[in-house]
């Protein structure tokens, strides 16, 4: 049992809102699962940069002088740490081979997510703690994902905890269980994807990875992903410019969604929507089973 939230703005007065949005949304679902917490925002792009979101057991150590070892190796960055993670502001033009340049310098470090617009933070506790330790309530942003974990088949750990990230501003928050991920772990494997756990809420990013760059938006790699996924899950997804929920055929996974002209909101109950703005007059339903939601500032909602 795992508590998922998640909201897509449309009204871009909204914006300066979606940390405390989402943190309260979060910390509602906290008795779902007490064990770690995280959370995605997604902002607004900045022209020509990039930004990469990590996490150290040492921030003292491994943050420090980091900027400095960054212009060494050729890759100028700006940091900002907060609390045990730090986001690292790159050109673009360095993101593929920045994995490669942190392995090098600070070997300890390890990659929350990536991309133009994603900041990820996640850590072991509650949903209170992670959304104080890491203010994000001061973030804003067009779109966001955060989900509370209750470990059912692996361990607790900060790079266990949700969500998982395996491709550029992708995202994945989960709740429930896949029985094929060993066997998909290892056909991902051949086709060049890595995995930092053995969470299979991780293979299941990993597909939605895959699949998207094999040209498919993240509506149409849902859709394979009720073909190819086996067991009960409810998913949330988030790209730089889209939304998606899916819920698998049988459906037993808590889930409902709300819409206005302002926003579309999740969670694995009512009761986390409740505080959202204008919830009163709000088109509020349960998402069906098998069906692909999904949302895109790109494309026509």
Known sequence: MCGIVGIFLKDKALEPQL????SDMLITMTDRGPDSAG?????????????????SADPGADFAGLDRDLIKAGVPAAITVKNTHAVIEIDASALGNIRTVLEDIRPAVRIMG???SIEIFKETGLPKDVVARFEVRAMGGTHGIGHTRMATE???????????????????????SLSNHNNLRRELVREGMTFETQNDSEVAAAYLTAEMAKGKDLGQALTGALDDLDGF??????????????RDPIACKPAVMAETDQYVA???????????????????WEPEPATVYFWDHDKAA
Not at 39 to 55: E, M, N, P, S
Request: net charge positive.
């Open 233 to 246: 899950f409810t998913f949330v997804v988030g790209t730089k410019s889209g939304f998606g929920v899916l």
């Open 266 to 284: 999740f969670g694995s109950e009512y009761r986390a929507l409740v505080n959202l703005p204008a919830i009163e007059t709000a088109r509020v």
């Open 39 to 55: 959370i995605a925002i997604y902002g607004r792009v900045a022209d020509g940069k990039a930004k990469v979101t990590v996490q």
């Open 19 to 22: 940390g405390t949005l989402l």
């Open 114 to 116: 990536s991309g133009e």
């Open 154 to 176: 692996s361990a607790v750990t900060t790079l266990g905890a949700h969500p998982f990230s395996t491709g550029a501003d992708q995202c994945l928050v989960h709740n429930g």
